[in-house]
């Protein structure tokens, strides 16, 4: 082994301290004055804080979405939270449903989520236990047409300017990307939620930080093209007949694409002695998580029979704040069921249905799927293991 010179080491500790006596900050990406360039200046310029996020976490901008991650979040909390299916969220940004993300890292969004709902379903099953009569009987009353609720309020979009969202391409790093749009790389960071080594990841979405943003400067090789002469039509060089007015083009042979794998997994099937029945015939694209998805989401055919569960009393119809329809049946022993996101009810409150009766449809488009909860009382349970 080579023996370390003292004259190495004095010469490394005389730059630790010519380090340690600069007055600003340490130019990482080499942007001080080389060459005789630099965007130091233009790189240190303050930027603004990023905006506060709703009771979700999600920040809404006119043309996207989205989710900041909160401490032991992985992508699948955050995805269950704001009301979007786990492996969209994880796919769209290069991540698995599993993988855990920073306290404040942004995560963006496939699709616009709506508010959310000021339905407290759990409210809605404890009043139709209350309610019910105690010898088991159905008590019916005529009731009030009912009154659209007023539509809730949008979560307004951040005043100022949107940021641009950059998409990080391989060979990038945020110190790259700062220089690009000539803002800190620490305020970066900061709207990012990236960590102390400021690593980014390919395919991962960052929030630009806003401030004046100039757009990207050209590279060396684009500046050096010279400008192109515009003319009229019909003028300069004569346009060259091309190949296929001569020669037919050869036959283009396109192979069948093999049609992609089924993810999701198979619903339970509804069998004869299951304690209760398969409200929708689908698959569960969602499943159950205390705290975060009360029940389990079952994705259908668009205009699909919704089924009770099992014999019981249609306990309260109501809806959720965009005005999607919502069914609790109340059972023996305390137990109810819950229908969200349905649509055109086949029954009345007070009713009496039975096991596999049709009570509603599944909407359409990307809505065909219900939302089914179990409560015992006011505690949701799993569906799952009443459904085999």
């Known amino acids: 082994m080579r023996a370390v010179s003292k004259s190495a080491v004095a010469a490394g500790v005389a730059s630790l301290a010519f380090l340690a006596g600069c007055e600003g900050p340490l130019d990482y990406d080499l942007r001080g004055n080389v060459g005789g360039f630099s965007t130091a200046d233009a790189a240190q310029a303050a930027t603004a804080n990023r905006p506060a996020p709703d009771a979700r976490g999600v920040i809404t901008y006119p043309n996207y979405q989205v989710a900041v991650a909160r401490r032991g979040d992985t992508v699948g909390d955050v995805a269950a939270r704001i009301g979007l299916p786990a492996e969209e969220v994880a796919r769209f940004n290069g991540l698995k449903a599993t993988d855990q993300l920073r306290d404040g890292e942004v995560v963006a969004l496939p699709r616009t989520v709506s508010a959310a709902s000021s339905v407290d379903i759990a409210t809605i099953a404890g009043t139709a236990i209350d309610e019910a009569p105690a010898d088991g009987s159905v008590r019916t009353s005529t009731l009030a047409p009912a009154q659209p609720a007023a539509a809730p309020a949008p979560t307004p ?6 940021p641009i969202r950059h998409k990080v391409k391989r060979g990038e790093t945020a110190y790259t990307i700062a220089r690009l749009y000539d803002v800190p790389v620490d305020a970066l960071a900061e709207w990012n939620g990236l960590g102390s080594d400021f690593t980014v990841r390919e395919g991962q979405f960052l929030l630009i930080p806003i401030k004046n943003q100039p757009a990207p400067r050209q590279t060396a090789a684009a500046a050096a093209v010279p400008a192109t002469t515009i003319t ?14 001569t020669q037919p083009l050869p036959e283009e042979v396109i192979a069948p694409a093999e049609p992609a794998p089924d993810v999701t997994a198979e619903a339970p099937t509804t069998q004869s002695n299951s304690a209760l029945g398969l409200p929708v015939s689908g698959t569960i694209i969602r499943t159950y998580k205390k705290g975060s998805n009360e029940g389990i989401d079952i994705a259908g055919s668009p205009g699909s029979p919704v089924n009770a569960a099992a014999a019981g009393t249609v306990a309260a119809i109501t809806a959720d704040a965009d005005q999607v329809p919502i069914i609790v049946v109340k059972h023996n022993s305390d137990l109810l069921t819950v229908y969200a996101n349905v649509e055109n009810i086949t029954v009345k409150k007070g009713a009496r249905v039975k096991r596999g009766q049709k009570i509603a449809s599944l909407r359409g488009g990307d809505n065909a799927y219900v939302h089914f909860e179990v409560r015992k009382g006011f505690e949701s349970v799993d569906p799952e293991p009443y459904l085999r």
Do not use: D
């Open 157 to 162: 979009a951040p005043a100022g300017p949107e």
């Open 232 to 245: 009229q039509p019909g003028q300069g060089s004569p346009t060259p007949t091309p190949p296929s007015a």
